[in-house]
C-alpha cells in the first residue's frame, strides 16, 4: 500500500521540507565554520587583525657604468628615453643624443634617471667625502627644485666618473640610487667617447680601451661631416659592463 504523503499546513509534503531543513542546516553549519574562522583570525575582541601584505619581489638590477666604476640600476629602465635631455620615464641617460636640445620640458611625474659623465655635472659641488671600496668619492648633497624634481650627485675623480640620479618621486630616491655605485675590479664599463678630445680619434679611444683591459676592433665608413680617423659608434654601447678581454667594435670614419 502507498505511504500516505504528510502535509504541513500549508499543504508542502514534509519530506520536502525535511529536506530543506537539512539544506538550512548545512548553510547554518557553513556560516558557523566561517564565523569561527573570522574570530581565529580575530584578536579575540572580534576585531579583525590586519593581515600583513606580501613580501615584494626583489627588484632585478643591471650595472652600468664607465671603466671600473659602475651603478645598479632597475633592468626594467630604459636607455636615453628622454627628450631634449629630460627623462620621460625611468632610463639611464649615457651618451645622451637628445641632451643637446632645449625645450624646456617639464618632468613627468613618478620619473627616476641616472645619468652618467665624465666630469661633474652641471651645480656639482662637493659637501661630502668618503671612499667606495678604497676608491675616493665625492657627493654632492640632494636637492629638490621647485618643480619638485631632486637630484643629487657622486663622482669618482681618480676613474673620471660621474653619478647624477635624479627623481620626480622624492629625495630619498635619489639617495637610495646612488647608494647603489660599486667599483669593479673585475669588471669593465665601456667608456664614453666623450672621455676623448673634440676630435674623438679612434686610435686614443682604442689605446683608452686597452688601458681598461679591453680589446679594440675597427670598421671604417666614409662621411661628409665628420673628419677622418673620428669614432662615431661602439658596439656594445658606452656604459655595457663587459669582462677584461672583451673586444669592443669601433665605427671609424676612413
Known sequence: ???????????????????????????????????????????????????????????????????????AVPKVWGRNISRCGVPRRDTVLIDDPSAAGDCDLPRPPDVDSVELGTAPPSGFRVDETFTINGVRAERSRTSCSNDDVCWGAVGLPSLKVWFRASSSTSAAEVDQILARIQVLPDLVGVPSTRSLDAARDGTAYAK??????????????????????RVVNVSPPAGTILKPGETVTLTVIK
Open 1 to 71: 500500500m502507498t505511504e500516505p504523503k504528510l502535509l504541513d499546513r500549508s499543504g508542502t509534503p514534509r519530506r520536502r521540507l525535511r529536506d530543506g531543513l537539512a539544506s538550512a542546516a548545512a548553510v547554518a553549519t557553513v556560516v558557523t565554520v566561517i564565523g569561527v574562522t573570522n574570530l581565529l583570525s580575530s584578536n579575540g575582541s572580534g576585531t579583525p587583525i590586519p593581515r600583513p601584505d606580501p613580501v615584494p619581489e626583489p627588484v632585478a638590477l643591471r650595472m652600468v657604468g664607465y671603466g671600473h666604476a659602475a651603478i
Open 208 to 229: 683608452h680601451l686597452q688601458e681598461l683591459g679591453l680589446r679594440a676592433a675597427f670598421r671604417s665608413r666614409t662621411s661628409v661631416v665628420y673628419q677622418p680617423g
